[in-house]
């Protein structure tokens, strides 16, 4: 009898699971065809709005998404992770992405990113890209965007066919990156895998990534950026400078 409050405490008063948000639970449908963009938002609002250690499940399954802008702060979570056990699939109506993402994550710390896979479909819009020719051109948006993230950790990821580049890492601090994969044709325009630029503190490892450019390019105003095992090709290896 003495027991029962011990053993009570350490279910239910000690270590807290963490809050697990889940997608399914906002609307999303998972078929691949029907536009999960708004159930996506609603459930980062609310995992960007609670508090403490914060999980968001993505389940198996394919979502059919337009741009998602995942922006903090996200004042009172301490760290936010985020599993992605599906496939997200870009939608290719090109007209819907007013910024230069499709999935951003900004002004959050304490991110981390599990596995899943980021499919942009940019067979459709890689003809609309002008850039190669002209240095006015309208940029498509990027796979996978960190802006302004501190503390960011991401593992497992797949990035596909991304529109223009996959991973960008810009004005971030403490990032690392494990296990990325990264795949578009050879002769796809502007498909570099990663790019970073004025951000700090920045290691990947562990890398396969074969795109139509620079498997990783160093923009400008980076520090401390370590790159350890990364297969590259088809690619042009990894570009330093603007
Ligand atoms: C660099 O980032 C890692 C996490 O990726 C962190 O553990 C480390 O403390 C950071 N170093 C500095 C100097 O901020």
Avoid at 229 to 241: D, F, V
């Amino acid at each position: 009898m003495k027991l029962f409050p011990v053993i009570f405490f350490l279910l239910h008063g000690c270590c807290r699971a963490v809050a697990g948000i889940n997608v399914m639970n906002y609307g999303a449908r998972a078929d691949g065809r029907s536009d999960d963009t708004k159930a996506f938002m609603e459930a980062w609002k609310a995992a960007c709005g609670s508090s403490g250690a914060v999980k968001l499940v993505i389940p198996r399954g394919t979502y059919l998404v337009g741009p998602l802008l995942f922006n903090g702060p996200c004042k009172d979570v301490l760290s936010l992770r985020i599993e992605l056990q599906g496939t997200m699939k870009a939608t290719t109506e090109l007209n819907r992405y007013k910024n230069t993402a499709w999935v951003q994550f900004g002004w959050v710390n304490g991110l981390s990113l599990m596995g899943g896979v980021f499919d942009g479909q940019g067979a459709a819009s890689w003809p609309y890209n002008n850039c190669p020719k002209q240095m006015d051109c309208k940029v498509l948006p990027t796979n996978i965007m960190f802006v302004n993230t501190v503390d960011t950790y991401v593992e497992g990821i797949t990035s596909l066919n991304s529109k223009f580049f996959h991973v960008g890492i810009v004005a971030c601090a403490n990032f690392r990156g494990i296990d990325i994969a990264i795949g578009a044709p050879a002769d796809s325009p502007n498909t570099d895998g990663i790019h970073m630029e004025r951000s700090r503190n920045v290691t990947i490892s562990r890398a396969a990534i074969g795109t139509g450019d620079d498997c990783v390019s160093v923009g400008q105003g980076n520090s401390d950026v370590v790159l350890t095992g990364i297969r590259c090709g088809p690619g042009h290896g990894s570009a330093s400078g603007a």
